[in-house]
T-cell receptor, first 113, second 113 residues
């Protein structure tokens, strides 16, 4: 296992289009997190899964955002009707325990034109 | 909500010298965990060091050590014998009773030869 994998690495889309990002966590990790990072800022928490259950969602996650983790393996983050303000790096991380280290992927960069 | 503050947007250090990055946090919890993560340019975030709040002893990982002052809610990172490869964004992060790991805005560390 080589770590957390995210696809696509880069996505350029026009405003109003839908986009979907995929995250494959480290296989033995049952906890998965999505974060958003804009230039010059720290990562902002979006949502958390434990196995297939979405246990926490940030207020940042508007109705246009939806995340799933079917079968507790990979996860997808979909953004509907994208806006320019959605342009950011979307980071996925996984961990084995609640208080342990988060292992991050390289991120998926979204540019909304 | 817990907040993490990194008051130094940028820091510079010469190779082989020592640098200290500052972090303060605000919480009403007594049991929590603190982290420093490193994000090199265009690469994924990796854990540098971790501190459990219930431990009085400051964590150390090779050239990296922390000064954890629980009463002052301060958690600084000291990098000794700085190397060119230490150049990166450094993020302080807090995890309390919730699921989210809350990050500060980061400090950009420049290492000069």
């Amino acid at each position: 296992d080589t770590g957390v994998s995210q696809n696509p690495r880069h996505k350029i889309t026009k405003r109003g289009q839908n986009v979907t990002f995929r995250c494959d966590p480290i296989s033995e990790h049952n906890r998965l997190y999505w974060y958003r990072q804009t230039l010059g800022q720290g990562p902002e928490f979006l949502t958390y899964f434990q196995n297939e259950a979405q246990l926490e969602k940030s207020r940042l996650l508007s109705d246009r955002f939806s995340a799933e983790r079917p079968k507790g393996s990979f996860s997808t983050l979909e953004i509907q009707r994208t806006e320019q303000g959605d342009s950011a790096m979307y980071l996925c991380a996984s961990s084995m325990t609640r208080t342990g280290e988060l292992f991050f992927g390289e991120g998926s960069r979204l540019t909304v034109l | 909500a817990q907040t993490v503050t990194q008051s130094q947007p940028e820091m510079s250090v010469q190779e082989a010298e020592t640098v200290t990055l500052s972090c303060t946090y605000d919480t009403s919890e007594s049991d929590y965990y603190l982290f420093w993560y490193k994000q090199p340019p265009s690469r994924q975030m990796i854990l540098v060091i971790r501190q459990e709040a219930y431990k009085q002893q400051n964590a150390t990982e090779n050239r990296f050590s922390v000064n954890f002052q629980k009463a002052a809610k301060s958690f600084s990172l000291k990098i000794s014998d700085s190397q060119l490869g230490d150049a990166a964004m450094y993020f302080c992060a807090y995890r309390g009773s919730g699921y989210a790991l809350n990050f500060g805005k980061g400090t950009s560390l420049l290492v000069t030869p």
